[in-house]
């Protein structure tokens, strides 16, 4: 489970320094892209309190 919780952290980062170098180009963000960071987000936070509860 923290492999996971480390894989899609990465994955997050990368993506949101995709979006910032969208925004210094000075191309507007689609807002397409706030959902799939919106998902990023939740994938962490389930993970993160699965991990918890299964910990105990």
Same mark, same amino acid.
């Given at each position: 489970?923290? &492999? #996971?919780?480390?894989? @899609?952290? @990465?994955?997050?980062?990368? &993506? =949101?320094? @995709?979006? +910032? *170098? #969208?925004? %210094?180009?000075? %191309?507007?963000?689609?807002? *397409? =892209? &706030?959902? @799939?960071? =919106? ?8 993970? +993160? ?5 299964? %910990?105990?």
């Amino acid at each position: 489970m923290l &492999y #996971f919780l480390i894989v @899609v952290a @990465v994955l997050l980062l990368v &993506y =949101a320094g @995709v979006l +910032v *170098s #969208f925004v %210094r180009k000075g %191309r507007k963000i689609p807002p *397409s =892209a &706030y959902l @799939v960071l =919106a998902a990023l987000n939740g994938l962490i936070l389930a993970g +993160v309190i699965a991990w918890a509860v299964a %910990r105990g």
